[in-house]
């Protein structure tokens, strides 16, 4: 380590919390639009960044209808940068909410399990949109078709015969990558490929392979792009 | 609510992204200090340079408030350089630029667009992860701040090409198991390529599947009755043959 180094760590630490967590948010939205799986939520992130928007919002209020043009410019500025920080929130939600509606079973065993660690899947909210709609869903079936089968047949979540009914995403698509720290030798499971990784590496790889690695998903050492 | 696109970022997306990339302006008015969202902003003295995000410095540049200073790769010079390098080596994309020195483990790491390859002070010989869309807005928004606009487009064009042709031929070395190096690629090619690139590793892979599920099986055999016990030793199939 040579002096250089040194003031890079100090520069690195010195980055203001707000800036960091932009840097956070947009990884994780970059993420959640290209991984195949629904991704941890960020709580303590989502909350910290939307406290702020909230009080953006609120100056923006206070300050409109003040005249001075030089004060009107910097409101547009601010102004600007809420509109992109809502852009980035709504899209990640939105990429989230895609997800829960496509496997919404999958996704509530996925979150039952990770209710015993420290990080769930989803936030309190999302849970409750999933609950209530998949309940009036399978209400809705019921009424309208499910009740007139056999008791045997009117299972959504049905398991038996070898065959899942429960839909479950492609986990071993191909996803682009980016490593942040060398993560050494990656295995993939029934080849004969293995993959040296180092920081700074893009492959293009199964998200299976990488996913403990990934950002939301593992250790934060690879960024999907 | 639910978003209607399918995996992967749009084109408007990467250029959203794209414009968080530092540059550096010189500001023609001053603008006092900001608390934004993402980090304060410092105050703008002219003539004092300036490194601000790319949104901000293309809201000044188009009020007339500050020139931008167009990153040291993105010059004639340079550009006919990288361009002469990528010509050369036909199998690989031209080197990114050097990542900064590795933070220590606690602190999270920067990637772009976060890293500073577009200020004035960035390297000059190679392209940055955003290259072709900091440069296409570059050259639409504040022209008048290039020296020779024109042949910087030109280039830019030439580098497109040459790079899309090798995105196209890297096709002949996908197959099933991915893990494809692409080190050097830019935004908007993972983009352009990302839907084909990874449904053709997707389609061979569902081609092969019952093979690598047997295989699955036997390593998993293989692994429970104590052959391949040390993981690692790849010798062990051939030791089985004799």
Not at chain 2, 74 to 87: G, M, R, V
Not at chain 2, 177 to 182: C, P, Q, S, V, Y
Request: some cysteine; overall charge negative.
């Amino acid at each position: 380590m040579d002096i250089d180094d040194l003031l890079a760590e100090v520069a690195v630490d010195s980055t203001p919390q707000e800036s960091r967590d932009l840097q956070e948010l947009t990884r994780a939205w970059v993420a959640e639009r290209t991984a195949p799986e629904i991704l941890n939520w960020p709580e303590e992130l989502m909350e910290r960044v939307l406290e702020r928007i909230r009080r953006q919002i609120e100056l923006v209020e206070d300050q409109t209808g003040n005249m001075d043009p030089k004060t009107n410019f910097k409101l547009i500025v601010i102004q600007t940068e809420l509109e992109r920080f809502k852009f980035l929130v709504r899209s990640f939600l939105r990429a989230r909410l895609k997800k829960i509606d496509e496997h919404p079973l999958h996704i509530r065993a996925q979150h039952t399990a990770s209710l015993d660690t420290m990080q769930s899947l989803l936030s309190p909210s999302e849970l409750q949109y999933l609950t209530s709609h998949q309940a009036l869903l399978s209400q809705h079936y019921s009424t309208s078709f499910l009740s007139q089968f056999p008791a045997s047949l009117q299972r959504l979540d049905d398991t038996t015969g070898g065959i899942s009914m429960v839909d479950k995403p492609d986990e071993d698509k191909a996803v682009f990558v980016r490593a942040l720290r060398d993560i050494g030798t990656v295995f993939i499971e029934g080849t004969d490929r293995r993959l040296e990784v180092k920081r700074g590496d893009v492959w293009v790889v199964r998200w299976s392979a990488v996913r403990k690695w990934a950002v939301g998903s593992g250790t934060g050492d690879v960024e999907l792009i | 609510m639910a978003l209607p696109l399918p995996p992967g970022l749009t084109p408007p997306e990467i250029a959203f992204l794209c414009e968080m990339e530092l540059v550096t302006v010189i500001p023609r008015q001053r603008l006092e200090g900001l608390e934004l969202l993402g980090g304060p902003l410092k105050p703008l003295n002219p003539p004092q340079r300036s490194n601000i995000p790319l949104w901000l410095a293309l809201l000044l540049k188009r009020q007339r408030r500050a020139n931008i200073l167009p990153p040291p790769w993105l010059n004639t010079h340079s550009l006919t350089a990288i361009l002469d390098h990528e010509t050369e080596h036909a199998d690989t994309f031209s080197p990114p630029p050097r990542l900064p020195s590795q933070p220590s483990d606690n602190t999270l790491p920067i990637s772009p667009p976060f890293l500073p390859t577009s200020t004035a002070d960035a390297a000059p010989d190679a392209l940055p992860y955003h290259w072709l869309e900091l440069g296409e807005m570059l050259l639409e928004a504040a022209a008048d701040d290039f020296e020779e606009p024109d042949q910087v487009r030109k280039l830019l064009r030439g580098l497109r090409e040459v790079r899309m042709a090798k995105l196209r031929s890297g096709v002949e070395v996908l197959d099933a198991a991915g893990g494809i190096k692409m080190n050097g690629v830019g935004g908007m090619e993972v983009g352009e390529g990302r839907s084909f690139i990874t449904g053709v590793v997707d389609g061979l892979r569902k081609i092969g599947a019952s093979r690598e599920q047997q295989r699955k099986d036997r390593d998993a055999e293989e692994a429970e009755n104590g052959y391949s016990g040390t993981a690692g030793d790849y010798d062990d199939d051939e030791m089985d043959m004799q």
